[in-house]
């Protein structure tokens, strides 16, 4: 096979149709609906539900996006063969903490404050955690937590802490404050308040944990939601021996697989107890792969950038009793679209943030219902704001602000006081030509939704004030 290092293996890509079935619903617009019926299976009720995360993985990062990969990932190129693949996931922020307030409160992590990496979720209303355990089911939260602020590396987080996994809805959680590595002196995790050191690959040791509970959640009979947040391959890049081998030494590569081996260990258990086929198993990263220490493929851009490598991010989903033959999905999906999408799926209430949703329901996409994203999705980060307080993050004058708004086809990004770029992310996916000069009533149209976008995020942080979390 002819080996095209930074080509995109678009769903048109002859090299790509040899791998896997593309389902006309989900990538083209005109031809909505015509296999759903038999594509899909009614919704079951109550099915349990699985978000796994890798940190820093790269929209490179997959074998699957890449003829001549280094990444040896034969686990998530099942799941991508057998499931649905969206290519157009992104995360809501590219970096670290941001993305998971998008999952936790389902509102852009500027309305919470969360501007950075390392930055304290103290802004909430109804968690996702929580609005999951009002609907009947066990929430578990097994890994990387990073939603307390600049803590060391081995703070053990106690479990009444305000901004603790258990104050923020979680029954169960072994959780770490940041990254860390089983292999370096720990502890780093708690067990609900309790230290705990684990052993082995530390992918691989956190899926266990996870496991664990859901097989006891499964033999209570309760319904379960389990947030899986890895810490690789976020450095100090230290996989076990045998998977850097694995990798041909290369040591993020290693990391890599060992996220992969664990997520074959848990679809393996998931079959074991009898429940992968009502289960929704999603995994995706929180962010673009850092520029020179990942890969993010074709995409410009990585980690800490609002240029497509820093937000696009390989994302599968696998849920056998409704997504009965493989697809791709190149509709727009973002992480802050967890919460309603699960709102919708077990009938629960979805927060207002600034009286507006952020995230929308994304069912009927994955159910082939809808071929396109009726809203746009904002994007704003600022890398300068790392390390500043919550009440200084959001300084739009500096030259580092940079802001962007996505939909269907084209992207708009700009950054400090210069011009608005214009790009057509499906046919220039690594944003290579600024096409705002001959389209400059799509850029003004999009410039105008993103402005009023900022408007009411600026509103919203006034009103958030309100809301500081102090409480046990
Ligand atoms: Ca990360």
Known sequence: MKKC???????????????????????????AGTTLASALQPVSARP???FCMSDDQGYGQVAYNRIDSKYLTPVLDDMASK????????????????????????GHPYRVKVCHASFPLQFCRTTLPQMMQQNGYRVGHFGKWHLMGRER?????????????????????????????????????????????LKGDTSDAVMAEAIQFMKTSTEEGHPFIAFVWFASPHDPYKPLPEYQRLANGNKIAGEVCGVDHSMGTLRNALKAMGVSDNTLLWFMS??????????NGFLDGGKNGLKEGGLRVPSIIEWPSVIKEPGVCTVPIVSTDLYATLADLVGGKMPEWGGTHDGMSVLPII????????????FWHDKESFGKNYNDGVDETRETNERALVDNRYKIYCKGAGAYELYDVVDDPGEKN???????????????????????????????????????
Not at 83 to 100: E, K
Not at 168 to 194: H, I, R, Y
Not at 286 to 295: E, F, I, K, L, Q
Request: charged share 20%; glycine share 8%; aromatic share 6%.
């Open 434 to 472: 600024n096409i705002a000069g001959a389209f400059p009533e799509i850029t003004e149209k999009m410039v105008q939704k993103l402005e009023a976008w900022q408007a009411s995020v600026r509103i919203g942080l006034d009103a958030n004030k309100l809301l500081i979390r102090t409480e046990k």
């Open 367 to 378: 159910k082939g219902e809808l071929t396109s994203r009726p809203q746009p999705i904002a």
């Open 83 to 106: 499931g649905l693949r969206l290519d157009r996931y992104y995360a809501a922020s590219p970096v670290c903490s941001p993305t998971r307030a998008s999952i936790i409160t389902g």
């Open 48 to 50: 349990n539900i699985i």
């Open 286 to 295: 929180d962010n673009g792969a850092p520029p020179n220490r990942g890969d």
């Open 5 to 31: 290092k930074d080509r995109p293996l678009s769903q048109k890509d002859p090299a790509l149709k040899t791998r896997i079935k593309i389902i006309p619903w989900v990538v083209a617009g005109s031809m």
């Open 153 to 197: 590396l081995d703070y053990i987080i106690p479990a009444g802490h305000p901004l603790s996994p258990g104050s923020m809805g979680f029954d169960t959680w072994v959780s770490a404050v940041n990254f860390f590595d089983c292999s370096e002196p720990g502890p780093f995790l708690s067990k609900m308040g309790t230290p705990v050191e």
